[in-house]
């Protein structure tokens, strides 16, 4: 019965030491995980292929920086 015992002990200390090596790779699944759900998600594209707008963008806005981009073109 007692060598019984001592086996038990034994498994029980290997299957802890399984367990913690185990738990060293946590991080690494996480960050793995993350990087997965990243890639995943896909860009919303409009008609002619480009990245669309966002709804709550202000068309003044993208007029100024339009007249802007034009300016640095002519400077050119």
């Known amino acids: 019965m007692e060598h019984v015992l ?3 002990n034994k498994l029980n200390r290997s299957l ?10 946590g991080a ?3 960050l ?4 997965e759900n990243v890639m995943a998600k896909e860009p919303e ?3 002619n292929g480009g990245v669309e707008r966002n709804e709550g ?3 003044e806005e993208e007029d ?5 981009n034009a300016a640095q073109e002519q400077r050119r």
């Not at 802890?16 to 790779?25: D, L």
């Not at 793995?32 to 990087?35: A, K, P």
């Not at 100024?64 to 802007?68: H, I, K, N, P, T």
């Open 45 to 47: 594209q409009g008609e």
């Open 57 to 59: 963008a202000d068309p």
């Open 16 to 25: 802890e030491g399984v367990i913690a090596v185990g738990n060293e790779f």
């Open 32 to 35: 793995w995980s993350q990087f």
């Open 6 to 8: 001592q086996n038990i």
């Open 28 to 30: 690494v699944e996480a």
């Open 64 to 68: 100024e920086d339009a007249r802007d």
